[in-house]
């Protein structure tokens, strides 16, 4: 069974307007950590933001905000005010057991977005 | 800011081949990682590396897979025998003891002809 699911291949989103990538997971694990990084078109992996499961709150940065819904285990993305530069593969990826030991990330299929002028 | 550097960015090479990739991960980060990323796919695990030695390693990780951090600064895959379907993008990563964020370098393309 997929442990994380994105299911939207391709996303469009005018400039200046917010986007939600959606993201669900699967775990048995009580301890878990969720994460959200950008692949640009050069291919490299730039980390975005991450959500623990005991975190109370929804992790914000900058123009990135974790909508964390752990009953429904879900942990969409959200970004605000869309810029050209956004216009990449966004992978969602989760880290199970004690997040700060070292365990491995498994990662979703990505979601393309595309960000129109 | 600190960060994970790979060599190289790019290499090509002949089935058969064997291969080496580097990775300088960032300088007091504890756990090591090889993910790779077969053009167009997901990204996945190969294999994470903690005091020396591998703590985990993935099904694709087989006989013809080695980890080894020589000194106090690199990291390296070997491949022994290049296949064509390994041919794919290949990310180190490291994250520090304690911490939540595993970083990534920008990857070395690895073609296989």
């Known amino acids: 069974a997929q442990k994380i699911t994105q299911t939207q291949p391709g996303m469009f989103v005018q400039e200046k307007e917010a986007v939600t990538l959606d993201c669900t997971y699967d775990t048995s694990d009580p301890s878990y950590g969720l994460f959200w990084y950008k692949q640009p078109s050069s291919g490299e992996m730039i980390f975005l933001i991450y959500?623990?499961?005991?975190?109370?709150q929804n992790a914000t940065e900058g123009r990135y905000s974790l909508n964390f819904q752990k009953a429904r285990k879900s942990a969409n993305l959200v970004i605000s005010a869309s810029q050209l530069g956004d216009s990449a593969m966004y992978f969602c990826a989760m880290r199970e057991g004690r997040v700060n030991q070292g365990g491995k990330l498994i990662f979703g299929q990505g979601t393309e977005l595309s960000v129109k002028p | 800011e600190p960060e994970v550097t790979q060599t190289p960015s790019h290499q090509v090479t002949q089935m058969g081949q064997e291969v080496i990739l580097r990775c300088v991960p960032i300088s007091n980060h504890l756990y090591f990682y090889w993910y790779r990323q077969i053009l167009g796919q997901k990204v996945e695990f190969l294999v994470s590396?903690?005091?020396?030695?591998?703590?985990?390693k993935s099904e694709i990780f087989d006989d013809q897979f080695s980890v080894e951090r020589p000194d106090g600064s690199n990291f390296t895959l070997k491949i022994r025998s290049t296949k064509l379907e390994d041919s794919a993008m290949y990310f180190c990563?490291?994250?520090?003891?304690?911490?939540?964020?595993?970083?990534f370098g920008e990857g070395s393309w690895l073609t296989v002809v």
């Open positions: 990563a490291s994250s520090e003891a304690g911490g939540n964020t595993i970083y």
């Open positions: 959500q623990g499961s005991y975190d109370q």
């Open positions: 590396f903690y005091n020396n030695e591998i703590s985990e």
